[in-house]
């Protein structure tokens, strides 16, 4: 999400494919802003585009040096393509675009002579509560792929065994299935009062974000290594942190402490309690490549081709514009904070966090 | 669409499949209610489902007689089904629901001892302008099938080449692509002046109409032969007329002659223009059983396997509530009305006819 930018950003491809049919349930919270008002993640949501972007050409290396368009179309012409965790677009449309041109490219440098026409399906998923309308909407009236949209959590089967053989997922694993339930047991040694998120938060606490990222890892490199077709390719954009480098010098989680502060503010204030303060949990997890190289390799389905951790903007040297930022987060993250907390505190939360990161980054 | 229950309804059932590719381009202007309000599709569809479950024993008979499951996933195990023109459930839901316990049903007798287990992919079509937002997410948390919806006129390419096994259609063919163009023009024999549809009209405006349907089911033929694999398997139900009854029998056509007479007495008052009235016209046409025969061999490319007409009830038997009839009709066709003479009197229009479908009917 926006985060992304202002930290380093985690990119892994891989291979892989293989049996296993099984199913998991996992609640579906989680979605960004539709619509295209103001706050809308159409309009805002360059910073994950700029994300992207940088790493356009591992994509593109990727797909030239390791994707064989050649032997997984031998049996029929259709290319396969799943965008995991889309959003509304529009990036998800751009790196869809992109990653049909490298495929065709490689196509044509692998069979110079072929007189086949490859027909590409692009299945663009995200949460059932995504806003699919604008995304399918937003379209253009010709695309050179057919469009399929594909309702469902990302940590449990999407897809038929062995259909699809190139998935992409930009900015979406972080994202936990939900927070881990001990940060809310006031008996539990990882209750985590008084904050939002395990920054600067005890051992327990990161602990338990940690496995239940590895968790929801492992579901999601078990569901796709059973729909992607052997010789297929994965590759996931994600914020990331570098190994070692202790979790409170990411700007995000900076953000994230002033997140807390301002409602145990507020909750001094009698504008929310201090319980729904306690009870509410980001579920976002950075990891480090160490950390997501072991999920990998634990998991045993995939074999890593490529991870990169690349540098982008830092809050505090100028280049990101804190006020667009925070319209970024807000449009990945607003619905959450309503949720728990309702929509009467929002504006005044954001507003808060806009000044502090101003004070902050002066 | 709500006129079928009340006019009999033409099933019709073909296998083909094979070659071509080319993309037709049709505008997107026809769409059924979304949300789940007083107005909805969603609320007001069980007529249309009446006409479905009316034809589900054909529907299990064609699948048990003709559709070779055994042979179709003879390479994979994975049965893709498509419905064109699903709308927003929930009768799209219950047919596909159906149809695969058929297919089920017919792979235990095919081979009572494979321990293979088929995968079912549903792919649900409607326009981009549908409401796929209240489609997924009243779709049941585990389904036994893989869900995709694909937004798109059903008169062009949806699928990549040979790639769906099974194509169902409910209630939308009669919906044409576009009010033929002639109807509007005041210089054309096909002028349909003071009309909102072909009932009573000229030998032209039913010429023009008729034309019209046959262009846009020969698109629609064309995109599903490329679409569907070889041995596939296609059934569409949807209003039909008897061949050699004059159109101005149906109930639904009783029901377009009061629009046009309500219109005609807004314009009188100044609710509307004359003109706004002249240059409306309902994009339905109603074909009959040698009509649409007709149409398929002249294609070429499907066989046709049953074609039936089966009866409903009648207008003035007393089996149809005119008033629930009247908020099916609205749900369906609301949006046209809206697009075209504004919301503003639209509640008024729907009144009047309520009341004169009473008063004919008594």
């Not at 393509?81 to 449309?93: H, K, T, W």
């Not at 145990?264 to 204030?269: I, Q, R, T, V, Y």
């Not at 990891?287 to 809050?315: D, R, Y």
């Amino acid at each position: 999400m926006a985060e992304a930018d202002s930290d380093p950003t985690l990119l892994i491809s891989g291979g892989g494919g293989g049996g296993g049919s099984e199913r998991r349930s996992l609640p579906d919270s989680l979605h960004v802003n539709g619509g295209d008002g103001a706050y809308s993640y159409t309009r805002n949501s360059y910073y994950q585009r700029s994300g992207a972007n940088g790493v356009k050409e591992t994509i593109k290396g990727a797909i030239t040096m390791k994707f064989d368009v050649e032997k997984l179309c031998s049996r029929s012409n259709i290319i396969s393509i799943a965008d995991l965790g889309c959003a509304v677009g529009p990036n998800s449309l751009n790196s869809m675009q992109d990653i049909l041109h490298f495929i065709r490219t490689k196509y044509g440098l692998q069979c110079p002579k072929s007189d086949k026409t490859l027909e590409f399906q692009v299945f663009f998923n995200d949460q059932p509560s995504n806003d699919f309308n604008t995304l399918f909407t937003s379209l253009p009236r010709e695309t050179p792929y057919f469009v399929a949209g594909v309702p469902g959590s990302f940590h449990r089967r999407l897809f038929p065994a062995s259909s699809i053989h190139f998935a992409h997922c930009s900015y979406a694993l972080h994202w936990l299935s939900k927070a881990p339930k001990e940060l809310l047991d006031n008996n539990s040694s990882a209750w985590n009062k008084g904050r939002v998120h395990y920054t600067n938060a005890s051992d327990e606490v990161v602990r338990a974000y940690a496995t239940q990222f590895a968790k929801d890892m492992e579901d999601f490199l078990c569901a796709r290594a059973s729909e992607i077709v052997n010789g297929g390719m994965m590759i996931f954009i994600m914020p990331g942190i570098p190994d070692g480098m202790p979790y409170s010098q990411l700007a995000a989680s900076v953000m994230y402490e002033f997140m807390a502060s301002i409602f145990m503010d507020m909750a001094d204030e009698g504008l929310v309690s201090e319980d729904e303060v306690d009870s509410f949990n980001l579920p976002i997890f950075t990891p480090s490549p160490e950390e997501m190289a072991a999920i990998v390799e634990k998991n045993g389905q995939f074999s890593i081709e490529t991870l990169e951790l690349t540098n982008s903007a830092s809050l505090v040297d100028g280049r990101v514009d804190i006020k667009d930022w925070v319209v970024h987060v807000r449009a990945a993250m607003e619905g959450m904070f309503i949720k728990h907390f309702g929509s009467d505190i929002v504006d005044e939360m954001f507003d808060r966090l806009t000044k502090k990161l101003f004070m902050f980054s002066e």
